[in-house]
């Protein structure tokens, strides 16, 4: 019994020891007075905010970082890799933060790794079309013929020569269809265009941009150099590109009518994009993939100048058969645009862009001819030209499907 209470007083005495260094001034109470048990706990306590300091300290200094990524995942609206998530929401151990405090320099640096070597591994940073990759010119996805088409820049983006050089090669490829393009205030446009060098060249297709929020970009344009007032010729390229989505045309070597010595070599193009950070479906509905022609509205034969396709070099075909980089419109993409958005009277710019003359550039003969060039309605024409291509399409032997 006598043992019993004193174990008892022991044990209050060792627990109102606890109590007493708990409130002490010092940081770490004086080892002589802890008894085994009230130690651990009081390393513990002082370990635990001392992590809680210095993250604290740390997510402070790095919060800048984050948040410029997650402003710009929301300006873009661009499904973010697995990479930029691990820059926006990582939350290291202690130590690492420690670490960053110490060499802000050094870490931004790693951060920015991944974006210099995609940028160095390559001077051309290659366009992609966004959403649905089913035909030449998607079924669905055309405007209505005279529709007026609002541009704008997204907020603040791009300086006077980006602008400029954007605006000029946009006008230049809708002189050959009847849509009326309006510019109007930054961010209040249907076609809203980005500078975003962090990000590749893409436009939604058509109408496409219908699904894409207010808010966001809808077309971004990368590596258009703010220094010059003339476009280069790869800069021509990116525009004129995406303007070509913006109209309705998907990439010419995507085409049913691709012909059988243009076949890539599928190792040299998974290596070759690859190192742009393109994934295997990406590479996939770029590249590789043949649209289907049950999903086209209508498609032209195989055009290797046309600027919907892009510069392969010949290394990566089994023939070894490439192809240039396109920096301007070629007349097959002119006249499949005059027949899709047929001009009663052509632009005063391109005065010789009529309807007979971008049948006779298709190679439209015969009864066909007759019917479109006849027509004054550009639904009909559109209808007709439409009849004729699946014609053509269906002579190379229907659909041409790569699984």
Same mark, same amino acid.
């Given at each position: 019994?006598?043992?019993?209470?004193?174990?008892?007083?022991?044990?209050?005495? &060792?627990?109102?020891?606890?109590?007493?260094?708990?409130?002490?001034?010092?940081?770490?109470?004086?080892?002589?007075?802890?008894? +085994?048990?009230?130690?651990?706990?009081?390393?513990?306590?002082?370990?635990?905010?001392?992590?809680?300091?210095?993250?604290?300290?740390?997510?402070?200094?790095?919060?800048?970082?984050?948040?410029?990524?997650?402003?710009?995942? +929301?300006?873009?609206?661009?499904?973010?890799?697995?990479?930029?998530?691990?820059?926006?929401?990582?939350?290291?151990?202690?130590?690492?933060?420690?670490?960053?405090?110490?060499?802000?320099?050094?870490?931004?640096?790693?951060?920015?790794?991944?974006?210099?070597?995609?940028?160095?591994?390559?001077?051309?940073?290659?366009?992609? &079309?966004?959403?649905?990759?089913?035909?030449?010119?998607?079924?669905?996805?055309?405007?209505?013929?005279?529709?007026?088409?609002?541009?704008?820049?997204?907020?603040?983006?791009?300086?006077?020569?980006?602008?400029?050089?954007?605006?000029?090669?946009?006008?230049?490829?809708?002189?050959?269809?009847?849509?009326?393009?309006?510019?109007?205030?930054?961010?209040?446009?249907?076609?809203?265009?980005?500078?975003?060098?962090?990000?590749?060249?893409?436009?939604?297709?058509?109408?496409?941009?219908?699904?894409?929020?207010?808010?966001?970009?809808?077309?971004?344009?990368?590596?258009?150099?703010?220094?010059?007032?003339?476009?280069?010729?790869?800069?021509?390229?990116? @525009?004129?590109?995406?303007?070509?989505? @913006?109209?309705?045309?998907?990439?010419?070597?995507?085409?049913?009518?691709?012909?059988?010595?243009?076949?890539?070599?599928?190792?040299?193009?998974?290596?070759?994009?690859?190192?742009?950070?393109?994934?295997?479906?990406?590479?996939?509905?770029?590249?590789?993939?043949?649209?289907?022609?049950?999903?086209? +509205?209508?498609?032209?034969?195989?055009?290797?100048?046309?600027?919907?396709?892009?510069?392969?070099?010949?290394?990566?075909?089994?023939?070894?058969?490439?192809?240039?980089?396109?920096?301007?419109?070629?007349? =097959?993409?002119?006249?499949?645009?005059?027949?899709?958005?047929?001009?009663?009277?052509?632009?005063?710019?391109?005065?010789?862009?009529?309807?007979?003359?971008?049948?006779?550039?298709?190679?439209?003969?015969?009864?066909?001819?007759?019917?479109?060039?006849?027509?004054?309605?550009?639904?009909?024409?559109?209808?007709?030209?439409?009849?004729?291509?699946?014609?053509?399409? +269906?002579?190379?032997?229907?659909?041409?499907? =790569?699984?």
């Amino acid at each position: 019994m006598r043992y019993d209470q004193e174990e008892d007083e022991t044990q209050d005495m &060792s627990r109102s020891l606890v109590v007493a260094q708990t409130t002490s001034e010092y940081p770490i109470p004086y080892p002589a007075l802890q008894d +085994e048990i009230g130690s651990r706990r009081l390393l513990d306590e002082h370990t635990r905010k001392g992590a809680q300091a210095r993250q604290t300290s740390a997510r402070s200094h790095n919060a800048p970082v984050r948040d410029s990524y997650r402003r710009r995942l +929301e300006e873009n609206r661009v499904p973010p890799s697995l990479w930029t998530v691990f820059k926006a929401h990582i939350h290291p151990h202690p130590t690492a933060y420690a670490l960053m405090s110490l060499t802000p320099k050094f870490v931004k640096l790693l951060l920015s790794l991944p974006t210099l070597i995609k940028k160095c591994a390559v001077g051309l940073h290659f366009p992609r &079309s966004e959403g649905p990759l089913y035909g030449a010119l998607l079924r669905g996805t055309l405007w209505e013929h005279y529709q007026e088409i609002t541009f704008s820049f997204h907020h603040h983006s791009g300086n006077h020569n980006q602008r400029t050089k954007t605006q000029s090669l946009v006008e230049e490829c809708f002189m050959y269809t009847n849509l009326t393009i309006t510019w109007v205030e930054d961010g209040d446009g249907m076609i809203r265009i980005s500078f975003d060098n962090d990000l590749d060249s893409s436009s939604p297709v058509g109408r496409g941009c219908y699904k894409i929020p207010q808010s966001n970009a809808t077309t971004n344009l990368q590596s258009i150099d703010p220094n010059t007032d003339r476009p280069s010729p790869e800069e021509s390229f990116i @525009i004129l590109h995406e303007c070509g989505h @913006i109209c309705g045309l998907l990439h010419e070597h995507m085409l049913p009518s691709r012909p059988d010595h243009f076949n890539f070599i599928e190792s040299e193009i998974q290596k070759r994009y690859g190192g742009f950070g393109w994934s295997t479906n990406d590479i996939k509905k770029n590249i590789t993939r043949f649209y289907k022609q049950k999903h086209l +509205e209508n498609c032209s034969s195989f055009d290797p100048k046309s600027v919907m396709i892009y510069e392969f070099p010949a290394f990566l075909t089994h023939e070894g058969v490439g192809t240039t980089l396109n920096t301007k419109l070629s007349d =097959v993409d002119k006249a499949v645009l005059t027949m899709n958005y047929a001009r009663l009277k052509p632009h005063p710019r391109v005065a010789n862009w009529t309807v007979p003359f971008a049948a006779d550039i298709l190679g439209i003969d015969g009864e066909m001819r007759e019917k479109i060039v006849s027509s004054r309605d550009p639904r009909d024409i559109r209808k007709y030209y439409t009849e004729w291509s699946t014609q053509q399409m +269906e002579s190379l032997g229907g659909e041409c499907i =790569v699984s």
